[in-house]
């Protein structure tokens, strides 16, 4: 079953055209991973998923809706397809455990006392029940992510977007909050689009990897045909052996 499918689609940013006959499926319980260099179009791709960014043209179903239908409710989407951000977005003046209880409280009217042991689940799944009751402000970056992650599981939802969630962090940091998405990438339930530069998860989770340049998708391929194979776009071929070499 597919969890997300564009078809044709085109995005501009007044005359800039930021996404190019956009053609992919994404099916229910798969990782993909966009990876290409900045500017190509990646965050785009995936802001659109949940509506952050709009289409001009073509068709956009996620959960078997099309974003493109005025009469479809955003906000049922987004029950169901969370994003974790390259800036963490908490709220600053609510605690670790009122920033993953917010959203469940209000969209989903959860129970108060499932509600918090929901919660008290997830902070212990990403290694931070003890800082349920600690500020964002006194949280390192790679904490601030994991609590992220941890807000977005708490809605538990089908498909979960990451735009480079670790770019903002010091490489010390990094691992724990790559460790967090390799957790989830084990449930076979839970789909998983990932922008990311991090090549070591891409290449031990990733079902696939998509490769994106100037707006277009100019390969799609199993990790194992990207990595170990060759890529048969010479962009993609390019991207990869610098990276390599890095």
Same mark, same amino acid.
């Given at each position: 079953?597919? %969890? ?42 995936? $802001?659109?998923?949940?509506? =952050?960014?709009?289409?001009? !043209? ?11 239908? /005025? ?6 989407? $987004? ?9 963490? +977005?908490?709220?600053? +003046?609510?605690?670790?455990?009122? +920033? ?20 008290? #689940? ?48 010091? &490489? ?13 990438? *084990?449930? !076979?339930? %839970? ?7 991090? %090549? ?7 079902? *696939? ?6 707006? *277009? ?13 060759? &890529?048969? +776009? #010479?962009?993609? *071929?390019?991207? =990869? !052996? /610098?990276?390599? /070499?890095?």
């Amino acid at each position: 079953m597919s %969890m997300i499918e564009f078809h044709d689609v085109e995005k501009y940013y007044g005359k800039f055209h930021a996404l190019h006959n956009i053609n992919l499926t994404i099916e229910a319980g798969e990782t993909v991973v966009l990876i290409g260099p900045s500017g190509s179009g990646k965050s785009t791709l995936i $802001r659109t998923v949940n509506g =952050l960014e709009l289409i001009n !043209s073509g068709q956009l179903i996620v959960d078997g809706f099309d974003l493109a239908d /005025k009469k479809t409710d955003m906000n049922k989407i $987004r029950k169901n397809v969370g994003m974790v951000f390259q800036h963490f +977005n908490l709220y600053q +003046n609510k605690t670790v455990l009122e +920033n993953i209880m917010i959203a469940p409280r209000i969209v989903l009217k959860r129970d108060e006392t499932e509600n918090k042991k929901v919660a008290m #689940e997830l902070l212990d799944r990403v290694g931070l029940a003890d800082k349920a009751g600690s500020y964002p402000a006194q949280l390192s970056g790679g904490q601030s992510q994991r609590i992220a992650i941890a807000r977005s599981l708490a809605m538990h939802p089908k498909c979960i977007l990451f735009d480079e969630p670790t770019s903002a962090l010091d &490489p010390e940091m990094i691992d724990d909050v790559l460790n967090v998405m390799k957790d989830i990438a *084990r449930d !076979s339930s %839970m789909t998983m689009l990932v922008v990311t530069h991090e %090549m070591g998860f891409a290449r031990e989770v990733g079902d *696939r990897v998509i490769f994106m340049a100037d707006g *277009r998708i100019l390969e799609d391929d199993t990790k194992e045909s990207f990595f170990d194979g060759q &890529p048969t +776009n #010479e962009r993609a *071929r390019q991207f =990869l !052996s /610098k990276i390599i /070499k890095h």
